[in-house]
Each structure stands twice: as structure tokens, then as C-alpha cells.
T-cell receptor, first 117, second 115 residues
């Protein structure tokens, strides 16, 4: 079973509009972290934002915010006032906590975001 | 800001040849990883490494693959006899803690093309 699900393979959004990229996750751990990475066409993986399972407030980082709904196991990325440079692939990822001996981040399949001028 | 450095950025090799992909993790990080991504697809975990030994490896990481930290700064991935299906972008990553709230910091990747 997939641990990270991103249901939007691609999205087209007008410049300056807000964007929500969906992510749902599956874990039995109480302690886990959720991450979003951006991959521009140049290929590098850029860490954007982090949300911990015990964090009561939604994470924010500049124009990025994470809409964390723990009961629904969702961690959607919101980009406010989108810019042309936001066009990229976006990956949601999870790192599980102490209960799980795994030592890795697991990625979703990604959403390709296109910002239209 | 400190960053993970990977060399080369692009490597072309013939099927059956050995390749070594090199990485310099962030200097105070202790946990190291290799991931691969086949042509814009999902980012797949290969192996994690800590304290000079493999912590975990995926089913992709078979006997063809090995990792090494030959000195205090480099972290390498070796593919002994490359196959066409090894063509992918290979990412090195490092983390300061092995903890759920510690992000992985990725290098810019090495694009491996096997012909």
C-alpha cells in the first residue's frame, strides 16, 4: 500500500493565484514528519517545508504553508500568490518516527505544477 | 548555507562498466542516503548509511551496488556492472539526525546514462 498519495499528477494555475497541492499519508506511527520538496526542471531537490505530527500549528515558510489535518491524514501544500518560478514538480514525503526502525524518507509520486502568465 | 555536493553532474557509461558516483554531505551531518529517480518519475530510496555501515537498503540495492565513506568527507555509490535500466538521476542526501523531524538535504544529483 502506498504510504504517500498525491492524486494530482498535473495542475495548471494562473499566475498570482493561490495553489493547493494535495497529499495524504498512511502511517501507524504516532511520531512522524511530513515534508514537501520542489524539483524544478533543472533537477535538484529543494526542501520547502516541514510539519511534525505533534505540531499543533500549521507550518508556514514565506509563501508556503502546510494545511495539516491529522485526523484525515492529509498534509496539503498551499502556495500563495503563485509566481512563474513556482512551475516545478512538487513531492510530498514522510519520515516515520521512533516506533518504526526504518531510516528513510518516503516520497509520493509528485504533482507537476504549471504556472500560466 | 551548507549544501550537499555531487560529482559528476552527468556521467555516461557503457553497459557492463563500473561507475562511482561521489557525494560530499553537509559537514556536521551523520546520516547519509542515496536515492534514484528514473526520468522524472518517483524518487526511490536505495540505501541509508550511518557510522560506517548500512542502516537500511531497499530491494533495488542489490549486489551490484555498494556504498562507502572512504574518508571524513566523501560518500560514494558504486555500481559494479551497469545495466541499461540503471540510467537515472542519482541523489545523495544527508541529515543531521535520524529523527522524524529532521529533513534530508539533497545534492543536485548525478544523471547517469548507460548506453
Amino acid at each position: 500500500a502506498q504510504k504517500i498519495t498525491q492524486t494530482q499528477p498535473g495542475m495548471f494555475v494562473q499566475e498570482k493565484e493561490a495553489v493547493t497541492l494535495d497529499c495524504t499519508y498512511d502511517t501507524s506511527d504516532q511520531s512522524y514528519g511530513l515534508f514537501w520538496y520542489k524539483q524544478p526542471s533543472s533537477g535538484e531537490m529543494i526542501f520547502l517545508i516541514y510539519q511534525g505530527s505533534y505540531d499543533e500549528q500549521n507550518a508556514t515558510e514565506g509563501r508556503y504553508s502546510l494545511n495539516f489535518q491529522k485526523a484525515r491524514k492529509s498534509a496539503n501544500l498551499v502556495i500563495s500568490a503563485s509566481q512563474l518560478g513556482d512551475s516545478a514538480m512538487y513531492f510530498c514525503a514522510m519520515r516515520e518516527g521512533k516506533e518504526n526502525r526504518d531510516d528513510k524518507i518516503i516520497f509520493g509520486k509528485g504533482t507537476r505544477l504549471h504556472i500560466l502568465p | 548555507e551548507p549544501e550537499v555536493t555531487q560529482t559528476p553532474s552527468h556521467q555516461v557509461t557503457q553497459m557492463g562498466q563500473e561507475v562511482i558516483l561521489r557525494c560530499v554531505p553537509i559537514s556536521n551531518h551523520l546520516y547519509f542516503y542515496w536515492y534514484r529517480q528514473i526520468l522524472g518519475q518517483k524518487v526511490e530510496f536505495l540505501v541509508s548509511f550511518y557510522n560506517n555501515e548500512i542502516s537500511e537498503k531497499s530491494e533495488i540495492f542489490d549486489d551490484q551496488f555498494s556504498v562507502e565513506r572512504p574518508d571524513g568527507s566523501n560518500f560514494t555509490l558504486k555500481i559494479r556492472s551497469t545495466k541499461l535500466e540503471d540510467s537515472a538521476m542519482y541523489f545523495c542526501a544527508s541529515s543531521d539526525y535520524r529523527d522524524y523531524n529532521s529533513p534530508l538535504h539533497f545534492g543536485n544529483g548525478t544523471r547517469l546514462t548507460v548506453t
